[in-house]
């Protein structure tokens, strides 16, 4: 079909949050649609622990990918600079590099697909004269909201979060001031001028890939596509190929881990989870453990060191932590929970978990790729937003898909207490509104894998951008 013709480079920015979407779209673009693809990897070299957190992909390698190195940018910034802005500089910084990487590879990408913090390599795209497209590894409500801030700017005078009405995005759910992501909650911060730029130049590229579908998020779609007020800013063409994940790794020896799941009855582990960045302080690490013990829920549970601070930004710092016991847990957790539950340093195999008979429940911080992974594996999640930008998500799953419930007040404002923790897994785990929950999620689970299937909405949707990507070229 389109083998010899395609080739695709997309380009991810620094992170393993950022890296892990992109890798599973072009392994979907090469598996599904013999498309040959090559991975551009912005590195940072803070980051040196992320390669290492990422499992080789067992079986024949079906992406290329190629790792641009990383840029010093530490006389660009300081100790206020925030995430996003920090990252739009390493992207910025890292363009030179991306340019002369295209120009040096012996087989030539005839597209080039961003992640959404790539989005100023598009005139790069335009030099070799290849067609760009936009890859937002999230929601339709997402892009939506971004897209429109611009027009939001200059609608609104003061600060997002101090509004008392929710923010009004033509044809879609409106976002409560609460809710917006972390770059709109400060208008003087550097990160939102970034941000708007970034929204302006989504509307740059040749179409918008999104990591959703189209039975998730009819109405967001339908407002993308069709609304005239949201049309006049999303120029480009909005394309739905979701829920792409990880895959799930059968092959090998099972782990002791799986081992013991294998053993549980099904349904009855939550598993918990906080993703590549997440860290919790001190005191709620202690108050979640004692939550899980006082649920006496069966348990699997990722647990990192307390951030300093409370939940803070450890972001580009994740994964370079101590190993060993946590000595940060309450005194005889362990010995007590022995035979019920699972304490495992930093990182675990999340997709084998989730998807495992076993488990039951998910809590988590609600970043995208764990929302989803969580959607597929079919089970109820308790929503643990960590960073603002994950309050939108946290948000969508528990109002407007009812598959998860949240803690009442922000984790990241005020520690969530183990009665309140022992609560919410219990809902989850046991009460009628987790059953009602677990009903939604299982029906979600279903449309997400006929979504992809050979003539689902997701893999059509695939097929139409791969046809007009040829179009363009014939040109
Ligand atoms: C577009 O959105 C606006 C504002 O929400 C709404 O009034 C209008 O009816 C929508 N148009 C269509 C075609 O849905
Ligand atoms: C969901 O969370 C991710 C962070 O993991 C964020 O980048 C994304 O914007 C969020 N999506 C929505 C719809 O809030």
């Known amino acids: 079909m389109y083998s010899q013709k395609l080739h695709v480079a997309i380009l991810s920015s620094p992170g393993l949050g950022h890296l892990i979407p992109v890798l599973v779209l072009g392994n979907r673009l090469a598996t599904h649609h013999a498309v040959k693809v090559t991975v551009l990897v912005l590195t940072t070299s803070t980051s040196p622990a992320e390669s290492q957190l990422l499992k080789p992909p067992s079986g024949p ?13 530490s006389h660009l910034i300081d100790a206020n600079t925030r995430v996003v802005t920090q990252l739009c500089i390493m992207v910025r910084e890292s363009l030179p590099g991306v340019r002369s990487t295209i120009a040096g590879m012996k087989h030539r990408p005839n597209v ?22 936009l890859y937002i590894p999230t929601t339709a409500w997402f892009t939506a909201l971004t ?25 879609c759910k409106p976002v409560r001031p609460e809710d917006v992501v972390d770059p709109m909650l400060d208008r003087n911060d550097p990160q939102y001028r970034e941000y708007l730029r970034q929204a302006m130049e989504f509307q740059l590229g040749d179409g918008i890939l999104m990591n959703t579908w189209e039975e998730l998020e009819p109405v967001s779609l339908e407002a993308l596509r069709r609304n ?42 939550i598993f918990v989870c906080f993703g590549s960045g997440g860290t919790l302080s001190a005191q709620q690490i202690t108050e979640l453990a004692w939550g899980l013990e006082l649920s006496q829920q069966r348990f699997i549970w990722v647990v990192r060191p307390p951030a300093e601070n409370g939940a803070d930004e450890s972001f580009f710092t994740s994964g ?18 022995k035979k019920t539950g699972w304490v495992v340093p930093l990182w675990a195999q999340q997709p084998e978990i989730l998807n495992h008979p076993s488990v039951g429940g998910f809590l988590s911080h609600c970043g995208w790729n764990s929302a989803v992974e969580c959607i597929k594996s079919g089970v109820p999640m308790i929503a643990w937003p960590l960073y603002a930008e994950q309050r939108l998500n946290a948000t969508m799953l528990t109002e407007e898909l009812g598959i998860a419930v949240r803690p009442e007040i922000l984790p990241a404002k005020k520690v969530v207490d183990r009665e309140e ?46 046809r007009d990507i040829q179009m363009r070229l014939r040109f």
């Open 228 to 269: 005239e007020s949201l049309r006049a800013v999303v120029k480009p063409p909005v394309y739905p190929i979701g829920p792409l994940t990880r895959p799930i790794e059968l092959a090998g020896p099972k782990s002791e881990l799986i081992e013991w799941l294998d053993k549980q009855p099904h349904e009855s582990v």
């Open 112 to 133: 080039l697909i961003a992640d959404l913090f790539c989005t100023e390599a598009f005139p790069i795209a335009t030099e070799f004269n290849i067609p760009k497209y």
């Open 320 to 337: 370079s932590a101590s190993d060993g016991t946590p000595d940060y847990l309450p005194e005889g957790f362990l010995s007590r929970t």
């Open 421 to 466: 923790i022992e609560k919410l897994v219990r809902t989850v785990m046991e009460y009628k509104e987790g059953k009602v929950m677990r009903d939604k999620v299982k029906k979600l689970k279903n449309s997400a894998e006929n979504a992809l299937n050979k003539g689902g909405s997701s893999y059509d949707t695939m097929c139409n951008l791969l």
């Open 147 to 171: 897209s429109y801030c611009p027009v939001l700017h200059e609608q609104i005078d003061g600060q997002y979060v101090d509004q008392s009405e929710p923010l009004q995005i033509p044809g």
């Open 61 to 73: 390698k079906v992406v290329d990918t190629i790792n641009i190195p990383p840029v010093d940018i």
